[in-house]
């Protein structure tokens, strides 16, 4: 691009932005023309002024009446004012001369800094050297009273160690014998409660929990059917219309247990059994069900003290 271009292009410039920015943004708006879009193309006319509204943040509809306004100027049409370079030129010589006032401002500044520490790190060894003379005599009186001190605090780190292992071992002493107690005052409530259940009712917890033993080598699907038929068949039994609160949970467990059978009462156990008879019939047959029934009595008998007061064949 040859000079002449170079210089409408700048003038062009100079005469679209001057309603719209100040003296010193139109320079800006010169420079930004002359570091980065004096090159062919339209294109980078466009790009430029878009550039130049989007820094100085003008609205909208003046950047469209700016480009029109641009395109007028340059191709000849109304006057163009001087070429505005030199305003750039003075613009950084100023620049230049700030930079230059600045920096032999700070190169004073840095010297001054550098005499005020000196003088500050002279005066700081100064007393540096006084203090060592002081705190050399200050370590010697202190040396000998430290080494008096640690050989006490020593003894007396010693004997407070032998004072809490010997409480921790009484703690453990007596953590033992509460926790002992605690196991013998629950081994006897247990006994008791063990007591207080009638024979009858540890009879049948008996069978039921050798009973139920069976499923643990059978799939969980056949003994969750089990135990809603159970359920259905022991709605229906008027004789077990008391207990059906108590046995409800039975019905519904994933994993039944017996403790639920502790308070029921002895006219309803046979028909519970009943019910658990004709449940086991449906689940794996009569036969099956009566030999397995007849093995749960018999392991009663033999391992249950209190089969001898209530026979488990009472059950049936």
Same mark, same amino acid.
């Given at each position: 691009?040859?000079?002449?271009?170079?210089?409408?292009?700048?003038?062009?410039? @100079?005469?679209?932005?001057?309603?719209?920015?100040?003296?010193?943004?139109?320079?800006?708006?010169?420079?930004?023309?002359?570091?980065?879009?004096?090159?062919?193309? !339209?294109?980078?006319?466009?790009? &430029?002024?878009?550039?130049?509204?989007?820094?100085?943040?003008?609205?909208?509809?003046?950047?469209?009446?700016?480009?029109?306004?641009? &395109?007028?100027?340059?191709?000849?049409?109304?006057?163009?004012?001087?070429?505005?370079?030199?305003?750039?030129?003075?613009?950084?010589?100023?620049?230049?001369?700030? +930079?230059?006032?600045?920096?032999?401002? $700070?190169?004073?500044?840095? +010297?001054?800094?550098?005499?005020? $520490?000196?003088?500050?790190?002279?005066?700081?060894?100064?007393?540096?050297?006084?203090?060592?003379?002081?705190?050399?005599?200050?370590?010697?009186?202190?040396?000998?009273?430290?080494?008096?001190?640690?050989? =006490?605090?020593?003894?007396?780190?010693?004997?407070?160690?032998?004072?809490?292992?010997?409480? +921790?071992?009484?703690?453990?002493?007596?953590?033992?014998?509460?926790?002992?107690?605690?196991?013998?005052?629950?081994?006897?409530?247990?006994?008791?409660?063990?007591?207080?259940?009638?024979?009858?009712?540890?009879?049948?917890?008996?069978?039921?929990?050798?009973?139920?033993?069976?499923?643990?080598?059978?799939?969980?699907?056949?003994? !969750?059917?089990?135990?809603?038929?159970?359920? $259905?068949?022991?709605?229906?039994?008027?004789?077990?219309?008391?207990?059906?609160?108590?046995?409800?949970?039975? @019905?519904?467990?994933?994993?039944?247990?017996?403790? @639920?059978?502790?308070?029921?009462?002895?006219?309803?156990?046979?028909?519970?059994?009943?019910?658990?008879?004709?449940?086991?019939?449906?689940?794996?047959?009569?036969?099956?069900? =009566?030999?397995?029934?007849?093995?749960?009595?018999?392991?009663?008998?033999?391992?249950?003290?209190?089969?001898?007061?209530?026979?488990?064949?009472?059950?049936?």
């Amino acid at each position: 691009m040859n000079s002449e271009t170079r210089q409408r292009r700048r003038q062009a410039a @100079w005469a679209t932005f001057e309603d719209v920015l100040n003296k010193p943004d139109l320079v800006r708006a010169i420079q930004i023309l002359e570091n980065n879009y004096q090159y062919d193309g !339209v294109s980078v006319l466009i790009q &430029y002024i878009s550039e130049v509204c989007t820094q100085f943040e003008l609205p909208e509809q003046t950047r469209k009446s700016l480009h029109a306004k641009y &395109y007028t100027l340059f191709n000849g049409e109304g006057s163009l004012p001087e070429d505005p370079l030199h305003f750039v030129d003075e613009l950084e010589a100023h620049a230049k001369k700030r +930079q230059e006032a600045e920096h032999l401002a $700070q190169q004073k500044l840095q +010297q001054a800094q550098r005499q005020k $520490q000196e003088q500050a790190k002279q005066e700081r060894l100064k007393l540096a050297k006084a203090r060592k003379q002081t705190l050399e005599e200050k370590i010697r009186k202190e040396t000998e009273k430290k080494i008096l001190e640690e050989v =006490d605090k020593k003894h007396r780190e010693e004997a407070e160690k032998r004072e809490r292992e010997a409480a +921790q071992i009484r703690a453990k002493e007596e953590a033992e014998r509460k926790a002992q107690k605690e196991i013998e005052r629950k081994k006897r409530e247990e006994e008791e409660r063990l007591a207080r259940i009638p024979a009858a009712n540890k009879v049948f917890m008996h069978v039921l929990s050798t009973l139920m033993a069976f499923f643990e080598h059978e799939p969980d699907t056949l003994k !969750v059917a089990f135990l809603e038929l159970c359920s $259905q068949l022991a709605s229906n039994e008027k004789a077990l219309k008391g207990a059906h609160e108590k046995i409800g949970s039975f @019905w519904e467990s994933e994993i039944p247990s017996t403790g @639920w059978a502790e308070t029921l009462e002895e006219s309803e156990l046979p028909a519970l059994t009943h019910v658990l008879y004709l449940g086991f019939c449906e689940a794996i047959g009569p036969v099956e069900a =009566d030999r397995l029934f007849h093995g749960a009595i018999q392991l009663c008998k033999d391992q249950l003290p209190e089969a001898r007061a209530f026979p488990p064949s009472k059950l049936l």
